[in-house]
């Protein structure tokens, strides 16, 4: 499933990543974020993300939903979001997420970059620090699946350069090697990629390295 998102924030915040889980102790941030959610009867609906801390959020959707309902939600570079409704309110409802340390943690690596990139300007995208990679042969695997060889031609913890003859359309989902990506331009040598998970450094340079 791919969505489209028009992700916005109101201002520069860096989350703490490692906050035990614990309702409303966790800070708010707004960030708006365009997606789908599940309702327990695996119906569908669009939402759209308003604000959101490592241990839940708050989404206007189209139809209501119940206290206590399990919710599965859906936005670009954040992945699935599951949790129960803790509240509702004219319009959308509050959800608290269920989630491991490790999912909290590598939310607020998410949210933190989401909410400094949209803050400072898409030419703040590229601002990570790219290294070459002295092993630059990959495969790039397309939606349906088609796996093709490719170049990685430069890399940061938040995207990659790739040479490779393909041209999939700008906003579809890809695989670099192991990494989740969406295709946000092209250029002459091939296309860039932004990962929907950001990557840590040391792993990123034991990868690519």
């Given at each position: 499933?791919?969505?489209?998102?028009?992700?916005?924030?109101?201002?520069?915040?860096?989350?703490?990543?490692?906050?035990?889980?614990?309702?409303?102790?966790?800070?708010?941030?707004?960030?708006?974020?365009?997606?789908?959610?599940?309702?327990?009867?695996?119906?569908?609906?669009?939402?759209?993300?308003?604000?959101?801390?490592?241990?839940?959020?708050?989404?206007?959707?189209?139809?209501?939903?119940?206290?206590?309902?399990?919710?599965?939600?859906?936005?670009?570079?954040?992945?699935?979001?599951?949790?129960?409704?803790?509240?509702?309110?004219?319009?959308?409802?509050?959800?608290?997420?269920?989630?491991?340390?490790?999912?909290?943690?590598?939310?607020?690596?998410?949210?933190?970059?989401?909410?400094?990139?949209?803050?400072?300007?898409?030419?703040?995208?590229?601002?990570?620090?790219?290294?070459?990679?002295?092993?630059?042969?990959?495969?790039?695997?397309?939606?349906?699946?088609?796996?093709?060889?490719?170049?990685?031609?430069?890399?940061s913890i938040s995207g990659a350069s790739v040479g490779t003859d393909a041209r999939p359309a700008v906003g579809q989902e890809v695989q670099l090697g192991r990494l989740r990506a969406r295709v946000v331009r092209h250029h002459e040598q091939g296309l860039g990629v932004a990962?929907?998970?950001?990557?840590?450094?040391?792993?990123?340079?034991?990868?690519?390295?």
């Amino acid at each position: 499933m791919v969505l489209q998102s028009a992700p916005f924030a109101r201002r520069s915040v860096a989350l703490s990543p490692r906050i035990v889980p614990d309702r409303r102790r966790h800070k708010r941030v707004s960030l708006t974020l365009l997606g789908r959610f599940m309702r327990a009867t695996k119906q569908e609906y669009p939402c759209k993300l308003t604000d959101i801390s490592v241990g839940g959020a708050a989404l206007m959707a189209p139809v209501a939903v119940e206290l206590n309902e399990r919710i599965v939600a859906y936005f670009d570079h954040i992945g699935g979001l599951e949790g129960t409704v803790t509240r509702v309110f004219d319009g959308g409802f509050g959800m608290r997420f269920s989630a491991t340390q490790h999912k909290r943690e590598k939310l607020a690596a998410q949210l933190t970059w989401l909410i400094n990139r949209d803050s400072l300007g898409p030419s703040e995208e590229r601002r990570h620090e790219r290294i070459v990679p002295r092993n630059s042969s990959s495969e790039l695997k397309l939606s349906e699946g088609v796996v093709i060889p490719c170049r990685v031609l430069d890399v940061s913890i938040s995207g990659a350069s790739v040479g490779t003859d393909a041209r999939p359309a700008v906003g579809q989902e890809v695989q670099l090697g192991r990494l989740r990506a969406r295709v946000v331009r092209h250029h002459e040598q091939g296309l860039g990629v932004a990962f929907l998970d950001i990557q840590q450094p040391v792993a990123l340079r034991r990868y690519f390295g």
